[in-house]
């Protein structure tokens, strides 16, 4: 059974960079054909998909979030992890990390096995 857990701070200051981690387990993050996103939804902007870190390393990024975003991964501890610096109040949502499946060229299964979610609030 998959299975994917978020971790990180809940409260992150104005200006800071938030970073969180998201632990997998029943599956090797380096499994082909998988895609390992970070999404997160807030009452204001809804559902928004940051970026995901492929089976192979390769990642790719929503153009909103380009400038400010780093996914990558430990692939020791089958973890992979969201940087977003610069945040504002503005980026206080729930922060999921979710598993795509893929065929090695296109992402054929969006989002099949979700984490439960983690609240971060950006508040001094």
């Known amino acids: 059974q998959v299975q994917l857990q978020e971790s990180g701070p809940g409260l992150v200051k104005p200006s800071a960079t938030l970073s969180l981690t998201c632990t997998v387990s029943g599956v090797a993050i380096t499994s082909n054909y998988y895609y390992w996103s970070w999404i997160r939804q807030s009452p204001r902007r809804g559902l928004e998909w940051i970026g995901y870190?492929?089976?192979?390393?390769?990642?790719t990024y929503n153009p909103s979030f380009r400038s400010r975003t780093s996914i990558s991964r430990d692939t020791t501890k089958n973890q992979f992890t969201l940087q977003l610096t610069s945040v504002t109040p503005e980026d206080t949502a729930v922060y999921y990390c979710?598993?795509?499946?893929?065929?090695?060229?296109?992402?054929?299964?969006?989002?099949?096995?979700w984490g439960q979610g983690t609240q971060v609030t950006v508040s001094s």
């Open positions: 979710a598993r795509s499946s893929g065929d090695g060229t296109y992402i054929t299964i969006p989002n099949d096995v």
């Open positions: 870190i492929s089976y192979s390393g390769s990642y």
